[in-house]
Every structure is written in structure tokens, then in C-alpha cells.
């Protein structure tokens, strides 16, 4: 058994493709109309285009507004994406005006940190042990 696919709840699925695409670096998977405005709009890594897609799914279920409050609330992150250099992420991504909850924070052979990704959650960036 594998993990194939993991979703974050987006307010706004072109908002959400653009930054999750022109601003973190997915690339676009599948984009298939679903009703009259939904889509099932996946984004993989450019480095793993086979890899888990991440579906980036409206968030009109009556539930996931109070789900994400909360989180949002206490500061903890929906997902957690691995990137090579936490502090060279936060500082490209800082620069194209992305909001850090979190800067670079070194916790024993992790360094993490957070950012809103616009769309509604906390996503959190990690360096994990080689």
C-alpha cells in the first residue's frame, strides 16, 4: 500500500492553482471539470511527476470552515512539504510576498517554518535529516 493522493481544502481553485503552481513550483496533473464549477484540480512535484498528487478541493463542505478555523487558530499546518533548504524557500518565497506564521526554525536535525498559502491553511516547509 502506497499513498497516491492527499488533498488541502482551498477557498478559491484557479487562486489555488496559480499559487500553487507559480509561487511553491507544482505542476499541474489533472483538470477535469466536476459539476458546474468544481474541478479535480491535482498538482505534483515537478521532480516526481508520478509521484502523490496534492487535489486541491473546494472547501464547501458545511465542515471544513470551523476543521481549518481551529487550525489556523492554535498556528498548526493542514500538510507539511519537504524542500531542500528551508531558509533559501523562506527567503524566494518571502520575496514573492508569501506570509510566514513561522520563520525558519531549527528543532534538533529539522529546520521548519510556515506560511499561508492564501488559499485558507497553514502549510508548513520542512528540512528533514539526509
Same mark, same amino acid.
Given at each position: 500500500m502506497k499513498?497516491?493522493l492527499?488533498s488541502? +481544502?482551498?477557498?478559491?481553485q484557479?487562486k489555488a492553482l !496559480?499559487f500553487?503552481t507559480?509561487? *511553491?513550483? +507544482?505542476?499541474?496533473k ?12 491535482t498538482?505534483?512535484?515537478p521532480?516526481e511527476?508520478?509521484?502523490i498528487? *496534492?487535489?486541491? /478541493?473546494p472547501?464547501g463542505h458545511p465542515a471544513?470552515k ?6 489556523t /487558530?492554535?498556528?498548526i499546518? *493542514?500538510?507539511q +512539504?519537504?524542500?531542500?533548504d528551508?531558509?533559501?524557500e523562506y /527567503?524566494?518565497m518571502?520575496?514573492?510576498g508569501v506570509?510566514f506564521? !513561522?520563520?525558519p526554525?531549527?528543532?534538533g ?5 510556515v +506560511?499561508?498559502?492564501t488559499?485558507?491553511?497553514?502549510? !508548513?516547509?520542512?528540512t528533514?535529516p !539526509?
Amino acid at each position: 500500500m502506497k499513498i497516491h493522493l492527499t488533498s488541502v +481544502f482551498v477557498d478559491d481553485q484557479a487562486k489555488a492553482l !496559480q499559487f500553487y503552481t507559480e509561487v *511553491l513550483g +507544482f505542476v499541474k496533473k489533472h483538470d477535469v471539470p466536476v459539476g458546474e464549477k468544481d474541478r479535480w484540480l491535482t498538482v505534483v512535484s515537478p521532480d516526481e511527476p508520478g509521484g502523490i498528487e *496534492l487535489l486541491l /478541493e473546494p472547501a464547501g463542505h458545511p465542515a471544513v470552515k470551523s476543521y481549518r478555523d481551529a487550525l489556523t /487558530e492554535d498556528g498548526i499546518p *493542514l500538510a507539511q +512539504f519537504a524542500v531542500d533548504d528551508v531558509r533559501g524557500e523562506y /527567503e524566494r518565497m518571502r520575496d514573492l510576498g508569501v506570509r510566514f506564521t !513561522q520563520e525558519p526554525l531549527d528543532m534538533g536535525p529539522v529546520t521548519t517554518a510556515v +506560511f499561508d498559502d492564501t488559499c485558507g491553511n497553514l502549510i !508548513q516547509i520542512a528540512t528533514l535529516p !539526509q
